[in-house]
Structures are given as structure tokens and as C-alpha cells.
């Protein structure tokens, strides 16, 4: 019988997910500014002192409460976002030492930023349900018809505003990062959905 979820799909949505929370840990330990989700978890941490990548889970779970509105369906790729981005950036933060240099930091936090562009591809382009921060990206982008970096910046930018009225950790990275993630991910998802080769791995109905 074939299996209902092709391993190639699957396993492209693990390592997906897994260099997404490693991108998002590069960030942080850049100290430059963080990704607008990161300054939402960021100013949470300051409040509860509860760890980044934790805080980045419970987010998730949050943010899943706008997909109603815009009638988004969560497939196993959401739920696996929630439960493994979040525990990535904490063992990330946690194992790699914080560069002090800010000739180490730039880099460190332009390599993140291309890292979670190319996860993003990588594990939406597996077909499997979008986690939660990419389902409004995807989600506006089907109800609106806008572009989807131009749906990505939107809610990039909200989410950074959001972050900063509650204290979070804004610098330059972070306004680098919510206007250029967009055209790195429209960049990115064309050439690494799963849907445009589904003459190879046919995408089950969901």
C-alpha cells in the first residue's frame, strides 16, 4: 500500500524545521536586533524569564488562532513547527557561545537570516501544512491576492510592532530582517514546493 505521507516530503519538513529554529538561534546570538517573532519571544523572556525558544512554541500556538478568519487548515507540518522550532532556537542559543565581535555578529546574523529564508522554502515547499507564522503569510496571500512577500512583510511588521510596544529586543537586524525576509522567501518557494512535482510525490488531500 503507499504510504498517505511520502518520507521524502516528510524528511524535507524535518530538516526544514530544524534549519529554521537554527536560523532563528543565529539571530539571537547575534545581538543585533532579532526577527520580529524573536522580539515578541524576546520581550516575553524579559518578563517571565522563561527561555526564547519556549516562548517561540507558546507564540505559535497563539498565533494559530488567526488562521481562523482566513480559513487555513493546519496539516502535521503546522503542528511539527510548533513543537520543534522552538526547542531548536533553545538548544542553539544554549550550545553555540554568543560572539562579542561586531565583525562576528553581522555575519552570524545575515547567515541566519539567508539559513531561515532557505528553511522556509524547505519546509513549506514539503507540502505538509505551514507553521503557524507562515500559515498568515499564505493565508493572506490566497484571500487577498497580494504578493506573498508582500503578505510576509506585512505580517513581519506587525508582529515587530507588537514586540516592540511590549519591550522586546529591536535593533537593525530587525527592520533588515522584516523587510528583506519577504523577497527572500518569494524568492525561495517556487523552486522548492513539493506541489510542482507531484508527478513524482503525488500530495495526498487534505
Not at 560572539?99 to 514539503?126: D, K, N, Q, T, W
Not at 497580494?146 to 507588537?162: F, Y
Not at 523587510?179 to 525561495?188: D, T, Y
Request: hydrophobic share 55%.
Amino acid at each position: 500500500m503507499r504510504s498517505p505521507l511520502p518520507v521524502a516530503r516528510l524528511v524535507q519538513l524535518l530538516v526544514g524545521l530544524v534549519l529554521y529554529g537554527v536560523g532563528e538561534g543565529l539571530m539571537v546570538l547575534a545581538h543585533v536586533g532579532v526577527g520580529p517573532w524573536s522580539v515578541l519571544a524576546t520581550g516575553l523572556a524579559d518578563l517571565t524569564g522563561a527561555g526564547v525558544g519556549w516562548l517561540t512554541n507558546l507564540i505559535g500556538l497563539v498565533v494559530l488562532l488567526l488562521w481562523i478568519p482566513l480559513r487555513q487548515k493546519p496539516g502535521i507540518g503546522t503542528l511539527l513547527n510548533v513543537l520543534l522550532v522552538g526547542t531548536v532556537i533553545e538548544a542553539t542559543v544554549d550550545l553555540l557561545p554568543a560572539p562579542e565581535l561586531l565583525a562576528v555578529r553581522v555575519p552570524l546574523f545575515a547567515a541566519g537570516m539567508v539559513l531561515l529564508a532557505v528553511a522556509s522554502g524547505v519546509y513549506i515547499g514539503a507540502g505538509l501544512g505551514p507553521g503557524p507564522r507562515d500559515g498568515l503569510m499564505t493565508g493572506l496571500h490566497a484571500r487577498t491576492g497580494r504578493p506573498i512577500w508582500l503578505c510576509r512583510c506585512a505580517v513581519e511588521v506587525s508582529a515587530l510592532v507588537l514586540g516592540w510596544l511590549m519591550g522586546g529586543d529591536v535593533g537593525v537586524g530587525t527592520v533588515v530582517f522584516a523587510f528583506g525576509i519577504g523577497p527572500l522567501v518569494g524568492f525561495v518557494l517556487p523552486r522548492l514546493d513539493a506541489s510542482r512535482r507531484s508527478a513524482v510525490l503525488p500530495v495526498p488531500a487534505r
